[in-house]
Nanobody
């Protein structure tokens, strides 16, 4: 079994920055895609950013393009999300996810990810 554990959430004022981390532990595995999703109260869980681990190609939601940066550290088996210029609408629970199927499904499709973290709260005040 693989466990994903997020850290780095918190409260920040608009315009501030936060860095989220996701550490994998347990059985060895080789994810094909890793991603960050978020879920705000009353809204559906949405894809924020993803990375195809073999090539390093990154994908971003339009709402965070230019403000968020996803990165991976294969040696440490960690995934990060650096968030700049945060806005109140970025407030949500952020989840780390991993897809082990070696298929290029749409990165935004939450149902194609088979490992999830427990989530970390990010709150941005105006």
């Amino acid at each position: 079994q693989v466990q994903l554990v997020e850290s780095g959430g918190g409260s920040v004022q608009a315009g501030g920055s936060l860095r989220l981390s996701c550490a994998a532990s347990g059985n060895t595995y080789s994810p094909y895609y890793m991603a960050w999703f978020r879920e705000a109260p009353g809204k559906e869980r949405e894809g924020v950013a993803a990375i195809r681990t073999t090539s390093g190609i990154t994908y971003y939601a339009d709402s965070v393009q230019g403000r968020f940066t996803i990165s991976q550290d294969n040696a440490k088996n960690t995934l990060s999300l650096h968030m700049d210029s945060l806005k109140p609408e970025d407030t949500a629970i952020y989840y780390c996810a991993a897809r082990t199927a070696w298929q290029d499904y749409n990165w935004r499709n939450r149902y194609t990810y088979n490992y999830w973290g427990q989530g970390t709260q990010v709150t941005v005040s105006s």
